[in-house]
């Protein structure tokens, strides 16, 4: 299988990029740094780069593509200081329209073997869920959440669509005191996607499986 992981140099990319290559998978990992060992540099904020990563797969088949690169900019932010509207602008850039870009810039890859999106989102995205603060990042992973219902629609039953809660991971993003380590995440993540299927086509899922509120 191949599989593209967006984000792949640190936190839960990572992870997911070293469980996929450790069962033998075919996998293409990417960072916004300039690209090495193998690796390709795409900065899903800009259109330019997403372009050149399109044309350097373009033929290659895709049996699942991980929209793991995002951002959180105003953790700790309170309201009335801190929300800037470049805050808001780079938070969707990156969260948003970036995995957007990439869905639409790799379709002909998917299609071409049937294959399969998972887009990490988060609970802070969930309209249930509403625990104040960090605007930015909830609106925006809410839209993640909204895109990814809706691909799911279109894309159906060509391309299978899941919207994934990775958990409240101990990474850069999550901080040491999160509920659970990035292997555990991870590891319960590919198991999601490799259940990811027509039949579950716009599921909205934790790690370990549990239904999430929308």
Known sequence: MRVLITGANRGIGRALYDGYVARGDDVIATTRNQASDGWLQLDVTDPASVSVMANQLKGEAIDLLICNAGVYLDKGNELGNGYTSNVWADTFAANVTGVFLTIEALLSNLRAVGGKVAIISSQMGSSERAGGNAFAYRASKA???????????????????????PGWVQTDMGGAK?????DESSSGLLRRFDLLGPDTTGCFEMWNGEAMPY
Do not use: M
Request: net charge negative.
């Open 143 to 165: 839209a993640a959440l909204n895109l990814g219902r809706n691909l799911a629609v279109d894309l159906s039953p060509d391309v299978a669509v899941g919207i994934y809660h």
């Open 178 to 182: 999160a509920d659970i380590t990035v």
